[in-house]
């Protein structure tokens, strides 16, 4: 059965950083790509960005380029998300999920149960 857990979210200040990291138990990641969604109040589920395990490819929605980052975590089967010059439209509960190809952002699944992102003005 595969698990996704998330952490790192927090409070923080318009233009600050914050890390996420998503650990993964159930399969081995090594095969598949990893991705990070996020949903903000009142709106839909949104694409953040991808990685492909294999060959570190990346993914992100226009929304995010050159301020957030992802890759593989320090531990093994884990991925992280760092997110630097953070607005307040950032804020969100933000899951991993995890896909076969990090172009293919509709077939991600296998949710994990989020981390609040809150950024301040």
């Known amino acids: 059965q595969v698990r996704l857990v998330e952490s790192g979210g927090g409070l923080v200040q318009a233009g600050g950083s914050l890390r996420l990291s998503c650990a993964a138990s159930?399969?081995?990641?090594?095969?598949?790509?990893m991705g990070w969604f996020r949903q903000a109040p009142g709106k839909e589920r949104e694409f953040v960005a991808s990685?492909?395990?294999?060959?570190?490819?990346?993914m992100y929605a226009d929304s995010v380029k050159g301020r957030f980052t992802i890759s593989r975590g320090n531990d093994k089967n884990m991925v992280a998300l760092q997110m630097n010059s953070l607005k307040p439209e950032d804020t969100a509960v933000y899951y991993c999920?995890?896909?076969?190809?990090?172009?293919?952002?509709?077939?991600?699944?296998?949710w994990g149960q989020g981390t609040q992102v809150t950024v301040s003005s």
């Open positions: 990685l492909m395990w294999t060959n570190r490819l990346t």
């Open positions: 999920a995890v896909g076969g190809d990090y172009r293919r952002i509709e077939n991600f699944g296998s």
């Open positions: 159930g399969l081995l990641v090594s095969n598949y790509a």
